[in-house]
């Protein structure tokens, strides 16, 4: 599939086969193709937790997601978290195929970077996570699956229910799977002239 299509082709889907599984293989394929997606420093302090047991699930759907079928139903629900603090966490990893003194200089660069700017870390962060959510979700389309982000359930209790670690961020799940009912008409684009700014506001 082209790139645009899969961009025009993308929608949030609600209904999903819930016999359907993906292979391991398609999995890895999914997962493998959103880690190419881009991060400031190639710090990938993205963090995919895949909800798979099927308790978890549905406590998750009735008790923290508002019954929202997708959650039980789709072949892949991913939760996507990031770690706020991966700047600190052994850096020189980010850049193991760089030369040394390219990987000495953007270590330096991203300590000074990050240090003390709390409210900056986790902007990268939700960013980071953004930037992946999308790449899984065309990803998916070009694998034939349909998608849906999701951030109707409950951040703090659903943080707890996975033992978020203290220095992780928490974002939107996107569930992935056999697409049952096409998705509603979209309801429309905002016009570019709305929308883009030349040179300044």
Not at 127 to 143: D, N, P, V, W
């Amino acid at each position: 599939m082209q790139v645009k299509d899969a961009i025009y082709n993308r929608r949030a889907v609600k209904h999903f086969d819930a016999d359907h599984t993906m292979t391991a293989a398609e999995e890895k394929e999914l997962l493998e193709t959103t880690i190419q997606s881009p991060t400031s420093f190639n710090i990938q302090h993205w963090r995919f937790v895949i909800l798979r047991d099927p308790e978890l699930r549905a406590k998750i759907r009735k008790e923290f997601g508002n019954d929202q079928s997708q959650m039980t139903d789709a072949s892949l629900l991913v939760l996507f978290t990031a770690d706020m603090k991966a700047w600190q966490k052994e850096p020189t990893r980010y850049f193991a195929n760089a030369p040394k003194e390219v990987s000495d200089m953007l270590v330096s660069w991203m300590g000074e970077f990050h240090k003390g700017r709390e409210w900056l870390q986790r902007d990268e962060a939700q960013r980071s996570i953004g930037i992946a959510m999308q790449t899984m979700m065309l990803a998916a389309q070009g694998l034939g699956y349909q998608s849906c982000p999701m951030i109707g359930f409950d951040i703090e209790a659903v943080a707890k229910l996975i033992n978020l670690p203290e220095d992780h961020v928490m974002g939107p799940m996107v569930a992935i799977g056999k697409g049952t009912q096409a998705a509603r008409p979209k309801p429309g684009q905002l016009p570019l002239d709305e929308v883009v700014i030349e040179n300044g506001f």
